[in-house]
């Protein structure tokens, strides 16, 4: 599930990091026929190759997708049968897609048709793996420079049941898949641990992946570490790019009360510290990512704090994942998640603030570029 709250309330005036001398803040309109939005839930993936930009939209559940063309200003409507509301990962065909469903069905977009090429299960060494698609995705992937033949899609371990009817989970396994279209040729590379209770965190819990040609950058919300994977040998590097306003060591989600627990994740997200997914700009070579820093959850006053109090800071990192600079935002947010890449600089969607006719609907973004 994901929360999406924004308040841009907050101008630049009120904010006294000094960092802002730096940085230039404007909030932009764009107008874009159609309301690419509407009745959205599900994931959003980040298409970057050479300079264009694409944001594929997976309307979960409504057999909708949509690609956004952000350099042309401009959403593609497409229909697309999916039954059962599986997730979906992507790639793109020039300005077409492949879809791959969490079922395995691989799909192909010819003049808005979607043709089924095969099932990927139906793939010796998939069908043999005890692996299955992962059917979870947190919000969104982020593809750079992407081959056309390539697609790239999470796994998991197949539960197990044991004597006594209960469900276990059995060691370590890899946990991304690159899929070759056209040989079916596929491979297996990262390492997950079962043994980890990927929930401890209560919502707080997500990993993120950035594919960039043959590396898949993995990320979670709970740190700073970021872990480089070559998809060709599995060979990794891992970074730890801790944000000098991370000064508060995360708590766990305490799961022995069991009385409302839902309300309680979020007051628990809402007050711990936590990070967002890692963005790369295709243009300026730099890479992005916001974290938020840990927050009481009652004022001076003892009233409570609510999403759009919670501070945002945008990290800055160059090629070689080295931090260069940490920016507090003018806008406060539990979460941001997308980021479009400028040629200097970037843009953060705003869905608080737009305007909307019969024919249109126009969208800010929060421009942020270095002087």
Do not use: W
Request: hydrophobic share 35%.
């Amino acid at each position: 599930m994901i929360f999406i709250f924004l308040n841009c309330k907050n101008t630049v005036q009120k904010n006294k990091n000094h960092n802002l001398n730096n940085y230039n803040f404007d909030t932009i309109y764009k107008n874009f026929k159609g309301d690419f939005t509407k009745k959205y839930k599900g994931g959003i993936d980040i298409h970057q190759k050479d300079t264009n930009l694409f944001l594929i939209y997976n309307f979960f559940g409504s057999n909708c997708v949509k690609l956004l063309d952000l350099n042309n200003v401009k959403s593609i409507d497409y229909e697309f049968i999916n039954p059962n509301g599986n997730y979906i990962y992507t790639n793109m065909i020039n300005k077409d897609l492949y879809i791959l469903s969490s079922n395995g069905n691989l799909y192909k977009n010819c003049d808005n048709n979607f043709e089924k090429l095969y099932n990927v299960y139906e793939i010796e060494k998939l069908k043999n793996s005890g692996l299955e698609i992962e059917n979870y995705k947190p919000g969104s992937d982020s593809y750079i420079d992407i081959d056309d033949t390539i697609m790239y899609f999470r796994l998991i371990k197949k539960f197990d049941e044991n004597e006594n009817g209960k469900y276990t989970k059995k060691g370590i396994y890899p946990y991304i898949a690159r899929l070759e279209i056209n040989s079916k040729k596929i491979s297996f590379f990262g390492e997950k641990s079962d043994k980890i209770d990927e929930q401890e965190y209560g919502l707080i819990s997500s990993i993120y992946d950035l594919y960039k040609k043959d590396f898949v950058i993995s990320s979670n919300a709970i740190n700073g570490v970021i872990t480089v994977i070559n998809s060709d040998n599995n060979e990794k590097k891992i970074f730890n790019l801790k944000s000098k306003y991370d000064n508060k060591e995360i708590e766990k989600f305490d799961f022995s009360n069991r009385k409302d627990v839902l309300n309680r994740k979020m007051d628990h997200l809402l007050e711990q510290p936590h990070y967002e997914p890692l963005f790369y700009n295709n243009i300026n070579k730099k890479y992005y990512r916001v974290f938020h820093p840990k927050m009481d959850l009652f004022d001076e006053k003892g009233l409570k704090k609510i999403e759009s109090d919670k501070a945002s800071i945008l990290m800055i990192f160059n090629e070689k994942l080295e931090i260069i600079d940490e920016i507090i935002l003018p806008v406060n947010s539990l979460q941001i998640l997308k980021i479009l890449p400028l040629r200097n600089g970037v843009e953060i969607f705003l869905p608080e603030l737009f305007k909307i006719d019969q024919n249109s609907k126009t969208y800010a973004f929060l421009k942020i570029t270095q002087k």
